[in-house]
């Protein structure tokens, strides 16, 4: 991927999140090619259509580099591939016309080939390969199961052909009636095969291959990378007697991350908002795989209070709060102020606070956005020490003892608080830990760990903890 080869690269949109680490050539061209090139390299098509269907390859070949997910040789490589394959196809359909009694070979060789491709996936080793902060940039499961998936459509798709081709007799010869009557009940079968799959979080049936393989009895030797030294890597053969790369139970845990990761994040910016706090949060949560938005409830460029420029994600005009788990505020001055006198902040603040689905979070002076939109009342929360912010929270627990408080973080149920830039990382991993993130993995591959038993040991004399 390109930005794996280039860390300046940055994808559009969630296209880290969805994209698989590696993959040569472009997945999206060949499709295209075989889909829509059929109809452009076929004379007895309307030129019209051969010209429409051309430029829907050319447009999603081209759509890969600039959404910046492929690099141009991915695109051709997997354009040429795409139409080999379609050479290929059509080169057996005339030597099918021919031998027509041979088409069950067909069938049984296109589906050993699949066979052997589902199993050389789940068999073959996948480099676990990590970035200079710890984070796994390739998930070897995820391309495995886009494997799985192929096979189950190759499959199902050639069983289905040959029970057509034999049994079933097609024809588009038909009234209109009874097409659509055949489009409803092959999208409604369609939909009740997916149903057949009881895990949750599955989009259809055909991915059980992947279980079925992960009961044969292979011996297997995976060859895997981790971080080593000053951020190189070095590679251990760890050997199985049963096949468990990727079990159910690997299964359930990349599940349960990608409903982790679909949580999404929205953090609030005017003018002088504090930029330590802001973007070490936005950080920290996308480290720990969340969508995390900056939205600026100005123009698309902020400034911070420091005057570093910041181009937001979306502007809050745009933007659907209900598309959010989580609001968060970053202090600074005059960026706090702007968000306490923004009557859409404030409706934000009090809907997400109205809900026990969704989090509001503030650091530093941004706790008094709280109190001008009337949530605080008998919360228990902390803001940046002073006896100006202190008095707007007459009707709240207001905690300025450090001593009483978990690394200066305050949550009071769906409300999290904090009292600065130097509080900004143990703020992030709380918010991290509340929307299911692995904090304390964060926490370990940035160093954080290490530094806070450091100040310990300083602060204590003799290494033992405090609070």
């Not at 009557?181 to 895990?199: F, H, I, N, Q």
């Not at 973007?279 to 600026?296: I, K, N, P, W, Y």
């Amino acid at each position: 991927r390109p930005w794996i080869r280039d860390p300046r690269i940055v994808p559009y949109g969630n296209s880290m999140t969805t994209a698989t680490g590696y993959s040569f050539p472009s997945g999206h061209t060949m499709n295209a090619a075989t889909t829509f090139g059929g109809f452009t390299v076929r004379r007895d098509m309307p030129t019209a259509l051969r010209v429409v269907t051309g430029l829907m390859v050319l447009l999603v070949g081209f759509s890969r580099p600039f959404l910046g997910v492929h690099t141009p040789q991915d695109v051709l490589v997997g354009a040429a591939a795409g139409m080999l394959v379609m050479w290929l196809v059509w080169r057996m359909m005339q030597w099918l016309e021919a031998h027509p009694e041979n088409d069950r070979l067909v069938v049984l060789v296109g589906l050993l080939l699949a066979a052997a491709v589902a199993v050389y996936a789940a068999v073959k080793p996948y480099p676990e390969d990590y970035n200079a902060e710890g984070k796994l940039i390739v998930d070897g499961a995820k391309m495995a199961n886009d494997t799985f998936k192929g096979v189950g459509w190759c499959a199902a798709f050639l069983v289905g052909w040959i029970l057509e081709r034999r049994y079933v007799g097609f024809s588009t010869d038909i009234s209109v009636p009874e097409k659509l009557t055949r489009a409803a009940v092959g999208v409604l079968s369609y939909y009740a095969v997916s149903l057949l799959d009881p895990r949750p979080g599955r989009d259809h049936v055909l991915l059980l291959p992947a279980d079925v393989l992960r009961l044969l009895p292979l011996p297997l030797v995976h060859e895997v990378s981790v971080p080593g030294e000053k951020g190189q890597h070095r590679n251990r053969l760890t050997g199985s007697a049963r096949l468990q790369l990727f079990p159910i139970d690997d299964f359930r845990k990349k599940e349960r991350k990608n409903k982790m990761s679909d949580k999404k994040i929205a953090v609030l910016l005017a003018d002088g908002f504090e930029e330590g706090e802001a973007l070490l949060t936005v950080d920290v949560l996308r480290r720990a795989g969340f969508t995390c938005d900056t939205v600026s409830v100005g123009e698309e460029v902020v400034c911070g209070s420091h005057g570093i420029r910041v181009l937001a994600d979306r502007l809050l005009a745009e933007t659907d709060p209900e598309s959010y788990d989580m609001l968060v505020l970053p202090g600074g001055l005059p960026g706090a102020d702007t968000l306490r006198d923004n009557e859409t902040v404030l409706s934000w603040v009090r809907s997400f606070a109205g809900r026990e689905d969704r989090y509001v979070a503030a650091i530093c002076a941004a706790p008094q956005v709280l109190a001008r939109a009337g949530i605080t009342r008998g919360r228990r929360l902390t803001s940046y020490p002073g006896e100006k912010l202190r008095a707007l929270f007459a009707d709240a627990e207001y905690v300025d003892d450090n001593r009483l408080t978990d690394e200066c973080v305050i949550t009071d149920g769906n409300l999290i608080t904090s009292r600065g830039p130097g509080t900004t990382l143990p703020f992030a991993f709380r918010l991290a830990e509340l929307l299911g993130g692995d904090a304390e993995t964060l926490r370990e591959a940035m160093q954080y760990n290490a530094l806070k038993e450091s100040w310990l040991q300083t602060k204590t004399g003799n290494g033992s903890r405090i609070r």
